[in-house]
């Protein structure tokens, strides 16, 4: 096992800080490096948590969540999905992150290896190297990827973590290829983050597919909630138990106030969808339309989230160089590709969490850069 892995660098953190560093000298730094919606949380969900705090719903909870939550996921599940989920199988956490831990910490003890997908989630190799795993990557291609690929991990003693859409390529896996994982017969990890934000074809979850499926979820992306810290994850009955003592131990529980704020954003969640949809579905347009008129190609169909994995192999330059120039020489923050594995090297990450007018202004930044190399 690599030590170094367990201080790998986040390099759109470390980007994203270096741009603070630069604003703060007084630059005009445009951000499209790292993964946070810009847009204002629903005012229902803020009062919600004003009012939990001023009814005193402040203590420690069941380690699982609040059973209001717990049944309002369950419940949001049956509706969009068509899966019925009981609320035992719900452990609501302070984000997403620490469930992974947890997850990997009990697979880790029941499989050889956890197979990652490349380019995956720069933090997953980190998760599953702390808890002391294995790793296989399974590489993904630009021009398209054959899951059936995946055939030899049928009969092994491996799990799977997919995401889908992706980060940092935006992609979503089609039905077709997510009901042959599930026939390999093995644990799967489904990030589903970025559930809510899809603008070409609706999202399936992965839990249709598959009997001994983790699904992580959270309130971060799709309800811009990102510093509140709430996710969840749906846990497979054999492992429920194992999980939950695990969080006891660990986390304890969310925060009281912010599930309950949880609660109400499940009650709106359509009408906040719907408004997520139509704003990063816009910003989505004008940034593939930008970049094909400066004739530069990306990776696959970035058809989810709120990424677009951006190719520069053509300049010959690792993406973290390029990343860099970007942001020192022109005032544009980029998350290099190669943060996300060895298949993104040379590509870059844009993401449009961020306002239309600054869209614009980077790809005339990103332009007088391209006339200049």
Sequence with gaps: ?????????????????????????????????????????????????????????????????????????????????????????????????????????????????????????????????????????????????????????????????????SNPTGEMIAREDMEYIGRLNVPIVSDEIYHGLCYERKEETMLKYGDEVFVINGFSKSFSMTGWRLGYCIVPEKYIRELRSLHQNIIICAPSFVQWAGVAALEHADEIK?????????????????????????????????????????LGKDSLTITLELLEKYDLALTPGIDFGSQAEGFIRFSYATSEENIYKSL??????????
Excluded at 19 to 39: F, N, Q, S, T, W
Excluded at 277 to 292: A, C, M, N, P
Excluded at 364 to 373: T, V
Aim: with cysteine; charged share 25%.
């Design 1 to 165: 096992m690599n030590n170094n892995l367990f201080t790998k660098p986040f390099l759109a953190m470390e980007v994203l800080e270096r741009a603070h560093k630069l604003e703060r000298d007084g630059r005009d730094i445009l951000y499209m490096c790292v993964g946070e919606p810009d847009l204002p949380v629903h005012p229902k969900i803020e009062e919600a948590c004003i009012r939990a705090i001023r009814e005193g719903k402040t203590k420690y909870t069941h380690s699982l969540g609040i059973i209001e939550l717990r049944e309002a996921i369950s419940q949001y599940y049956e509706r969009v999905y068509d899966v019925k989920i009981s609320p035992e199988r719900i452990v609501v956490s302070s984000g997403t992150s620490p469930l992974m831990l947890l997850i990997f910490s009990i697979l880790n003890r029941v499989v050889n290896k956890i197979v990652l997908t490349n380019p995956c989630y720069a933090c997953y190799p980190t998760y599953v190297n702390f808890t002391c795993g294995s790793i296989e990557f399974f590489p993904l291609s630009p021009e398209g990827t054959d899951y059936k690929k995946m055939s030899y991990i049928k009969g092994k003693n491996l799990a799977i973590v997919l995401n889908s859409p």
């Design 274 to 314: 719907h408004q997520m949809q139509e704003v990063f579905s816009r910003r989505r347009r004008i940034l593939l339309d930008g970049l094909k008129d400066l004739n530069l190609k990306y990776w696959g169909n970035p058809e989810g989230a709120f990424y677009v994995l951006v190719d520069f192999r053509f």
């Design 364 to 373: 005339e930044r990103l332009k007088d850069f391209l006339n200049k190399s």
